[in-house]
């Protein structure tokens, strides 16, 4: 079994450049991608689609909570488009040539770190309603990581 990556430092190079108040919303479009990602594994896996289009549907949802709450300017999102591409693409490299199986666990893994990582913007921002839906988008990553914890550790889970 492979290692799971830090995600935090994975991506930091293409987090670095994006002012620190719009980072939110650059991890906001980064939970999108999460969200392509499930539902590229459903099309691949039709027994399990509803819980990974389910843990689709919470990603989206955990970017609509950020965007709401901590949306960026339109200079911020310029910069935030242009460094996308390039994460989704190192995000996406994680699991390449990988079976299925270990691929749902590294992204149980990267759904907890997305948990720890909504927390502690919510703790650095001192606003008790921002920081009511960040810690309800960290429930959101916690809920998808239990799904898929307990896909892998079902024997009778098609993943092989």
Same mark, same amino acid.
């Given at each position: ?9 994975? #991506? ?12 939110? @919303?650059?991890?906001?479009? !980064? =939970?999108?991608?999460?969200? =392509? ?21 919470? =990603?989206? %949802?955990? $970017? &609509? ?12 999102? %310029?910069?935030? %488009? ?19 199986? %270990?691929? !749902?666990?590294?992204? $149980?893994? @990267? ?8 927390? !502690? ?5 001192? &606003?008790?309603?921002? @920081? =009511?839906? #960040? ?26």
């Amino acid at each position: 079994m492979s290692d799971t990556p830090d995600f935090a430092r994975l #991506l930091g190079p293409f987090i670095e450049p994006i002012p620190e108040a719009a980072r939110p @919303a650059f991890l906001a479009r !980064l =939970e999108r991608t999460a969200a =392509e990602r499930y539902r590229l594994w459903a099309g691949q896996a039709a027994t399990l689609a509803e819980g990974l289009l389910a843990c689709a549907a919470r =990603e989206d %949802e955990i $970017a &609509d909570r950020v965007e709401q709450v901590l949306g960026a300017d339109a200079a911020a999102r %310029e910069k935030i %488009e242009s460094s996308l591409g390039a994460a989704r693409d190192s995000y996406y490299a994680v699991f390449a040539g990988k079976p299925l199986r %270990e691929q !749902l666990r590294i992204q $149980a893994d @990267a759904e907890r770190q997305g948990a720890n990582a909504w927390r !502690l913007i919510a703790a650095t921002l001192g &606003d008790a309603a921002v @920081a =009511e839906q #960040l810690e309800a988008c960290a429930g959101l990553e916690e809920q998808s990581a239990a799904h898929l914890e307990g896909l892998i550790s079902d024997p009778a889970s098609p993943l092989d």
